[in-house]
């Protein structure tokens, strides 16, 4: 089988090693052999970006969009292709996948249009005779770390702005799901990005991604993954002075109040926690439920997640996939095991057989649970909810604001005083009535406060806060 090589200075090269990517719905099939970078290759591609960053910056932004836009013309006509590819690697359901691919193409021509919209300021100086300009410009060499859970949606989401904007990119892929990030480089590179705009080193984060945290020429690093990863590349990224964006996760909470509609609140909730295999660092992972709809819900619950088709991502029907690897199975199964330690009843939860050899688990409901059991507080990152008693408004919002993180915060009701109350007072940087946690559009800011991120805000017009520096300009008439 052949190997896919890295992308870098606009040739594809060879790695130092190579990866194996195995499909999480069938272990016997081999998605395919991926190049694995070394840190020389790193510096490599950084150089090539370095050189390119002026050219690039150079262009005039109708040039920069034109090339942008072809590359998202080129992602929504192969979203089918690509999204059958994001679901053998990663595992989510192929209806799923194919949209996340399908989002991608629409995030490149969302900010090809960005690319022409760069706007600055003119202002008034307070001494007469003089003019104030305001600009925005490119902070030159971004290093992009990006996960396994969004391996097609998450680099556009860091690459487009970024080049939009006139930096010239170094992208670390998740070695899990190396796959959906080659294709979009070799959609770049078939619109017609010059040579070392665009990179894409694959590979270990202990080997690319450290490379790229040493790199004196990077000047920014954007970054999605773990708590832990995140606090290592702040740490490295403050001590050498690169600016440095991150999202981290989170355990966030639905509320669910005695007024709510509770068959369209059962829907939410299903496809909060469970849907995409709970890999979502916006998954409702706390379902929070008043007292006078518990007993209803919770058997509403149930006989949902019973009739939720569980199997190989690509079969016609199925709702969720596999969990993308073993390790993160073994994880899951781990805190099935902890949330009965820790006192809650839990209803699901196992892992299932299917035709082929898989990483396959059940849904699983913690109920019983208490808002400081490690099941309620550590972010699982898989098909599993912890569902918390409460008994009116005020403690509902109570439990939903205690948690470290602050990423995603929902309320299922039909008051509107109480959707007005909970917009204001949740502690989260996205607030949902009415719908999943999970689900955001491409063109409105993304992020959270607390534990869930760090830096400015990934997505719309917000991005450019993070991939510029603003320039004020003094001129005497």
């Not at 369209?264 to 909060?272: E, F, K, L, M, P």
């Not at 149930?302 to 996939?321: F, S, V």
Request: net charge negative; with cysteine.
């Amino acid at each position: 089988m052949d190997v896919f090589k890295n992308y870098i200075n606009g040739e594809w090269v060879e790695g130092q090693t190579e990866t194996t990517n195995v499909n999480p719905s069938d272990h016997s099939d081999i998605v395919g052999h991926y190049a694995a970078g070394s840190q020389s290759d790193v510096l490599v591609a950084v150089e090539a970006a370095k050189a390119a960053q002026p050219l690039w910056w150079n262009k005039t932004p109708e040039q920069r969009a034109d090339i942008l836009d072809r590359a998202g013309a080129i992602l929504l006509d192969r979203a089918s292709a690509i999204g059958t590819l994001l679901a053998r690697e990663e595992g989510k359901a192929l209806a799923e996948a194919a949209a996340e691919a399908n989002r991608a193409g629409r995030i490149f021509k969302y900010y090809a249009a960005e690319a022409l919209r760069m706007a600055g300021e003119n202002i008034a100086s307070t001494r007469p005779g003089i003019d104030v300009e305001i600009t925005r410009e490119p902070l030159g060499v971004i290093g992009l770390i990006t996960p396994w859970n969004f391996p097609i949606a998450i680099p556009a989401w860091k690459a487009a702005p970024a080049l939009a904007c006139g930096n010239v990119v170094v992208l670390k892929p998740a070695g899990l799901t190396p796959g959906c990030a080659w294709e979009m480089a070799k959609a770049l590179d078939e619109a017609g990005m010059p040579p070392g705009v665009f990179n894409l080193v694959m590979g270990s984060g202990g080997t690319v991604g450290d490379a790229l945290l040493e790199s004196r020429d990077v000047a920014a690093i954007s970054f999605t993954g773990s708590v832990p990863t995140g606090y290592h590349i702040a740490t490295k990224c403050v001590k050498s002075g690169k600016k440095v964006q991150m999202e981290m996760g989170g355990k966030n909470p639905l509320v669910v109040m005695d007024d709510a509609d509770l068959d369209h609140t059962i829907a939410t909730c299903i496809n909060a926690s469970f849907f995409a295999t709970g890999q979502r660092c916006t998954a409702a992972s706390r379902l929070i439920v008043q007292d006078g709809i518990y007993d209803a819900f919770i058997e509403k619950m149930q006989t949902a997640m019973k009739n939720l088709r569980i199997g190989h991502a690509l079969e016609d029907g199925t709702q969720i996939g596999p969990v993308a690897s073993v390790p993160q199975l073994d994880s899951n199964l781990a805190y099935v095991a902890l949330a009965r330690d820790e006192g809650a009843e839990v209803i699901g939860g196992e892992r299932l057989n299917r035709k082929t050899e898989g990483n396959f688990q059940a849904p699983a409901l913690f109920l019983g649970a208490k808002n400081d059991m490690r099941v309620s507080r550590e972010e699982i990152f898989g098909p599993c909810a912890s569902v918390l008693r409460f008994s009116d408004f005020e403690e509902g919002v109570a439990i939903a604001n205690d948690t470290d993180f602050g990423l995603s915060s929902g309320i299922c009701t039909t008051s509107l005083k109480h959707a007005r109350e909970y917009k204001r007072r949740a502690k989260a940087g996205m607030v949902m009535v009415n719908l999943p946690t999970a689900g955001v559009d491409y063109h409105v800011p993304f992020g959270g406060t607390k534990a869930s991120s760090y830096g400015s805000r990934e997505q719309g017009t917000y991005a450019a806060e993070f991939y510029t520096h603003v320039k004020t300009a003094y001129v005497l008439a």
